[in-house]
């Protein structure tokens, strides 16, 4: 079985709550719920943390690269300052998505330019809580999980 690591960073456990405006009102424990069903649907096992401390953070994503087929990481404030999650990041060598709730591009000049996207296979962001149903439905094919209980649109998208 493909097992797929979502790391989700600082500020994270307060969704809902915080700035719901750019966030949205579901929370991290929603997403998780959600995340593990569709992880259920995909046959792959599924690891989901967050962290507010960016050393956790790093120590997390050197342990993923030997355990995790893919990593989905939503970054949250290390994205535009940390060069410890960067370089984690960089050591990576399998499928690696880069996630946002917010578009970062449409932001203030704080919240537009990611250090992290030059790292990563691919960046998901501006679709809210359903960006990590597309970032987990994109590791899954990635890494070849079985996806074969989804219609082909979802499963293999064009081809």
Not at 4 to 21: A, C, F, Q, W
Not at 88 to 115: G, Q, T, V, Y
Request: hydrophobic content about 45%; charged content about 20%.
């Amino acid at each position: 079985m493909k097992r797929i690591t979502i790391l989700n960073g600082p500020n994270l456990n307060l969704l809902g709550v915080r700035e719901p405006e750019i966030y949205g009102s579901v929370t991290l424990p929603a997403i998780e719920t959600s995340c593990r069903e569709l992880a259920g649907l995909l046959s792959v096992d599924l690891d989901f943390r967050q962290t507010n401390h960016e050393g956790v953070m790093v120590d997390w994503i050197q342990e993923v690269r030997t355990t995790a087929d893919a990593l989905i990481i939503n970054p949250a404030g290390f994205t535009f300052y940390s060069v410890p999650v960067l370089d984690a990041l960089r050591m990576f060598e399998k499928p690696l998505i880069e996630l946002h709730l917010s578009n970062i591009h449409a932001r203030d000049e704080h919240h537009r330019h990611s250090m992290l996207s030059g790292a990563v296979t691919a960046v998901v962001c501006g679709l809210g809580a359903y960006g990590y149903t597309v970032a987990l439905l994109s590791a899954a094919q990635r890494v070849g999980a079985a996806v074969g209980g989804l219609p082909k649109p979802l499963a293999e998208g064009p081809v």
